[in-house]
């Protein structure tokens, strides 16, 4: 089996795992929810549900974004993880704000908390699914840095967050009966899911608008330039994301009396220099005669790197 296989292989395999693992624990919350009617444990189901509906859509995305280009669709398929981790925020975000709304609600009408010790012992083990879940999850993005898989992750590193939380909260009302408790510990939830949902959106617009990379990505590509041989600047560099693929647009300024064919040979040094900096890269430049005067997009942006 190829590389690129066995890493599509585990990024399959670690988005069934989420799916799956999902389903078991929406089962069991719920069951567990009828038992004893606590708000922490349905704010936990309902953040098991975003983690379904996550998942679903992360293996859709792995499937997707795992494409060779096409005919069509020349840059590939990976902005289908950025879309992917866009439709989660909005669903994460819907179900967060709808335990809120319960958990006032229940701030005024006080609703008793029963069989706390069933409902103990099946977050226990929703934590304990959940914590092998991301050690899984964990080795996968590492081999693959897949970026659904890396979300998919962030969501069950929340959910065992979330799970200890309410076990804490169950714990607090069979002991001492107080169900504000169980209420606190799921509008404490809720609105980390609203945080993450956030944070989700922000990184996947980022993306879908094609944001220009972090600043140290920039200024290694400027590093690389300016130690290159026959480079004497470059201008107009622009840099996105594609999923876990950095795109380079730049131009290069070099002597204009050399032929095309050494201009050329200079600017495929500096090509593998980015590539081997950042692996899987493409890279698109730009060869202009040095010391001409043109409109250039440096001129344009402000802020915008020029050498």
């Known amino acids: ?46 953040d098991s549900v975003t983690d379904l509906f996550a998942s679903m859509v992360s293996f859709v ?21 950025a879309l992917s981790a866009f ?16 958990g006032v609600k229940r701030l005024i009408y006080p609703v008793s908390i029963e069989k706390t010790d ?8 929703s934590i304990f699914a959940t914590f092998i879940l991301v050690l899984f999850q964990t080795y996968v993005a590492n081999k693959t840095n897949s970026l659904a898989i890396k979300a998919d992750r962030a969501h069950y590193t929340v959910d065992f967050l979330t799970n200890s ?9 069979h002991f001492f009966g107080f169900a504000y408790f169980d209420v606190i510990a799921a509008l404490f939830i ?17 993306q879908i608008t094609d944001k220009e990379l972090d600043t140290e990505i920039r200024q290694k590509i400027q590093n690389i330039v300016e130690h ?7 201008h107009d560099l622009r840099t996105r ?35 081997e900096t950042f692996p899987g890269s493409q890279v698109i430049i730009h060869q202009d005669p040095f010391g001409i005067h043109e409109d250039r997009l440096d001129h344009q942006i402000d802020g915008a790197c020029s050498l």
Not at 23 to 41: E, H, M, P, V, Y
Not at 165 to 173: C, D, G, N, Q, R
Not at 242 to 270: N, W
């Open 87 to 102: 439709l989660q925020a909005i669903f994460v975000g819907a179900s967060g704000l709808f335990v809120i709304i319960d």
């Open 61 to 81: 995305a792995v499937y997707f974004s795992t494409k060779p280009a096409s005919k069509n669709h020349r840059y590939g398929y990976g902005k289908t993880e």
């Open 165 to 173: 939380t309410v076990v804490v909260s169950l714990i607090l009302v």
């Open 1 to 46: 089996m190829l590389l690129n296989q066995k890493d599509n292989f585990l990024k399959k395999s670690a988005a069934i795992a989420g799916v799956s693992l999902a389903i078991i624990l929406i089962a069991l919350k719920f069951f567990a929810f009828l038992k004893t009617d606590s708000l922490a444990i349905f704010s936990s189901l309902a």
């Open 118 to 125: 069933v409902g103990i012992f099946i977050m226990l083990f």
């Open 228 to 234: 290159s041989q026959g480079i004497h600047g470059m």
């Open 190 to 206: 809720s609105l980390y899911l609203l945080y993450n949902a956030y944070d989700l959106a922000r990184e996947a617009i980022e």
């Open 241 to 275: 994301s594609l999923g876990d693929i950095y795109f380079f647009e730049l131009h290069l300024e070099i002597d204009g009396k050399l032929s095309l064919f050494e201009a050329h040979e200079f600017a495929d040094a500096v090509e593998r220099k980015i590539i």
